[in-house]
Structure formats: C-alpha cells, structure tokens
C-alpha cells in the first residue's frame, strides 16, 4: 500500500514535471525523493532507493486484476457463510498487488 508520504513525493514530482511518473524515470524520481525529503527534514534513507523504485515501476498500473482477485475472495468467503461448511477467513486479508501475495490475519480481541 502507498504511504500518505510516498503519494504526496509522487504527486509533487508529477507536479513538478507536468507529466505522469513513468518506469524509464526511475532514477529521477529516486533523486527527487530524496531531495524532498532533505528539504523537509527527513534523512534521505526515509524510504529505500528500491522502495521508491518499486513506485515508479507500479505508479499508475491497472487496479482492475487486483480488484477481481479481491472480489473472488469475498465471494468465496460469501459462500462459505452461507453454506455453513467451511470456516470464514479469520478477520484480515492482506493482498500485495506488486508481488501478487496474499495473507490472512487473525485479529485477537484483548480482553480488558
């Protein structure tokens, strides 16, 4: 997921350039960052050159691949609460649309 952070070094770069992030302007983006991030008071290794790389590979791709994927998951998890025969994934899950993984998460209520 795309930290508030990282999203406004993305919009400012596109502000900046008048043009949309694309992969060939990797190392400039890279560059950029971290130059925002000095001027505001952040070290420059806030986020790692390989962080802001993996964003400008996957700035503006399709979300319609990962929204079918959750989608299918809902409904399966639809179907098993309606049948009754196999048990609902326990609370979370966490899907990594850059790498295609998918994790469940059980959250645990703390008793007071």
């Known amino acids: 997921m795309i930290s508030v952070k990282k999203k406004k070094v993305l919009l400012e770069f596109e502000h900046v ?7 060939a302007q990797a190392n400039e983006f890279v560059k950029f ?3 925002q991030l000095e001027k505001n008071g952040l070290p420059i290794d ?3 050159s390989e962080e802001l790389e993996l964003l400008a590979e996957v700035a503006h791709t399709d979300i319609v691949p990962v929204a079918a994927i959750l989608a ?3 409904g399966q998890e639809v179907v098993k609460a309606i049948s009754q025969k196999d048990e609902p994934m326990c609370n979370c899950f966490y899907f990594e649309g850059a790498t295609g993984a998918g994790t469940v998460r059980k959250i ?3 008793a007071p």
């Open 72 to 74: 299918g998951m809902l």
């Open 46 to 48: 806030f986020f790692t």
């Open 108 to 110: 645990v209520a703390f």
């Open 33 to 35: 960052s971290q130059s």
């Open 17 to 23: 350039k008048d043009k949309s992030l694309s992969e």
